[in-house]
């Protein structure tokens, strides 16, 4: 009885989650706070690993907090929203769903946490996607950068024989090159300043590869479009510069996809470039699309995602060419500071945050 009267108190304790947290520009701290037991509604989930969005969260590493959609600056800033983990417990009104599922959520860095966070029904972005064996926690980590990718990819609508050009193949310009090729887009140009991550894109599916620091990008996508330019381009890096270039090398009537995260302005060449040769440029951010699909749009983000799901257990969607770093959350400081650096010597970072990651890194 004595035992068992411990074990229910242990189960009415707050839990502490350990949270990544950006106090001010440039630093990095890991905080910690209680959370309690889950409510009828709602789950309570632990991570194994993140991932971090390396142009969003640099954004608010700097003090971006528009880059989180906040209007006012918090205390600190809590970056992240590629989560995967385990079900701890499960309200009794939290159907489908059991302690030990594997599970993707849209989580800060976070080791512990409630889905969703007051207890309430789940909205149908809120409610997680459930892994199957044949994907792994690694793996997982991509979903959301993949679902940002397939939106970005969808809203262009590259089709068979289409050129399209990549400005940026950081891990969100990786799988957009791995998606156009899925769409049948033929030539897919990546175009970067990093030949390690140009080396990496052609891994990925493109079939050139251009560093704009030696070579005329513009020039290059033309050659291999028959002068013609791309009928897509992807602008996914967050170096606001790279606009004009994106425009340039674009097939009249082509499309611009603006998926990076670009802070900043830029100019650009309204008439000659804009209006008479009738380009679109658009930016792809999913925020305000609804959550369930309807006759105009079958592919919101919770359906997207749930498709690249299915795509990585099928094996035709490859992410472990692209993880660089695998380290315990504890070192998230030094990856971010790697981060600030620029972009050589890195591509995707992935934070364990398993017991047995302490003082592990690949």
């Known amino acids: 009885m004595l035992a068992r009267a411990r074990f229910q108190l242990a189960e009415l304790l707050p839990r502490t989650a350990r949270q990544i947290e950006f106090p001010s520009p440039s630093e990095v701290r890991v905080a910690e706070r209680p959370v309690a037991a889950a409510g009828p509604s709602q789950l309570l989930a632990e991570a194994t690993r993140t991932l971090i969005s390396a142009g969003t969260e640099q954004n608010l590493l700097e003090g971006d907090h528009r880059a989180a959609g906040l209007t006012e600056a918090p205390d600190a800033l809590r970056p992240g929203y590629s989560w995967v983990g385990r079900v701890v417990e499960a309200g009794d009104e939290t159907a489908g769903f059991a302690a030990g599922d594997r599970i993707v959520a849209s989580l800060q860095h976070v080791s512990l946490a409630l889905i969703p966070p007051d207890d309430r029904p789940m909205t149908r972005l809120e409610i997680p996607q459930l892994l199957p064996d044949a994907v792994s926690d690694d ?75 030696r070579d005329d990008a513009v020039a290059a996508i033309q050659d291999v479009s028959y002068g013609a330019g791309a009928r897509a381009v992807f602008m996914a890096t967050r170096t606001p510069q790279v606009l004009p270039d994106c425009i340039r090398a674009a097939d009249n009537g082509g499309v611009i996809a603006v998926t990076g995260s670009a802070p900043g302005t830029v100019g650009i060449e309204l008439q000659v470039d804009l209006l008479r040769r009738e380009l679109t440029i658009f930016g792809t951010y999913q925020a305000f699309y609804p959550h369930e699909p309807y006759h105009k749009f079958q592919w919101p983000r919770p359906r997207n995602r749930e498709y690249v799901i299915e795509l990585m257990a099928r094996g035709d969607l490859r992410t472990d060419h692209l993880i660089s770093h695998r380290v315990p959350y504890a070192g998230a400081a030094e990856m971010y500071a790697l981060i600030e650096q620029g972009p050589a010597g890195w591509l995707a970072i992935v934070l364990d945050w398993t017991d047995s990651s302490e003082g592990e890194a690949t």
């Open 139 to 213: 793996a997982a980590t991509f979903v959301s950068l993949a679902d940002v990718a397939l939106h970005a990819v969808r809203r262009a609508q590259p089709s068979i024989g289409d050129a399209v050009a990549v400005f940026g193949v950081g891990v969100v310009g990786q799988l957009i090159v791995q998606f156009a090729r899925m769409a049948g887009a033929y030539p897919v140009v990546a175009v970067d300043l990093d030949d390690r991550r140009l080396a990496t894109a052609v891994e990925s599916g493109a079939t050139h590869a251009v560093n704009a620091g």
